[in-house]
């Protein structure tokens, strides 16, 4: 029994860019900064992404340490109730992965038509669903101390 191929394949491209150790930025934190420049709240940003306020919190501070100018800046409550903007650094780092998304679109498309191809539709109970993570690709961290103290 063959499968059947999908007639109408959308290729989406996913990637991260990293200096060195010290700052990273990928799809997550662009879409919670754009979040941020849509609603000028951080919390609002989190909700709309279904994300702790705490993660995003931390995901904008990781941002802002990383660089040598604040992506983001943030305003206490009061009667205005606060609220988080972007600065103009932090909209030219939105607006530059989107043009690196952009453009690698079409090279991904260019490289993988022949794959593309071969993509076959989900079963539609599965369709959607997440497929469990192989045992042997979750990372565990390294035992620290004695060897007497490891685990067995």
């Known amino acids: 029994m063959t499968k059947e191929p999908v007639m109408k394949k959308i290729l989406a491209v996913r990637f991260r860019v990293d200096w ?3 700052c990273s930025i990928g ?17 609002e940003a989190a909700r709309q992404m ?14 802002n340490a990383g660089f040598d100018r604040p992506v983001a800046e943030a305003s206490t409550g009061g009667r205005g109730g606060g609220g988080v903007v972007l600065t103009p650094f932090g909209e030219r780092l939105i607006a530059g992965y989107r043009k690196m998304e952009a453009g690698l679109r079409p090279l991904a498309e260019a490289c993988f038509r022949d794959f593309s191809r071969r993509v076959v539709a989900a079963p ?23 060897p007497s103290a490891r685990r067995r």
């Open 27 to 43: 799809i997550g934190k662009i879409e919670l900064l754009e979040g941020i420049s849509r609603s000028g709240s951080l919390s």
């Open 124 to 146: 539609a109970k599965t369709r959607g669903a997440k497929r469990p993570v192989p045992v042997a690709s979750i990372r565990r961290p390294a035992l620290r101390g004695k």
């Open 50 to 63: 279904r994300m702790s306020y705490r993660r995003a919190w931390l995901l904008l501070a990781d941002l």
């Open 20 to 22: 060195g150790s010290a």
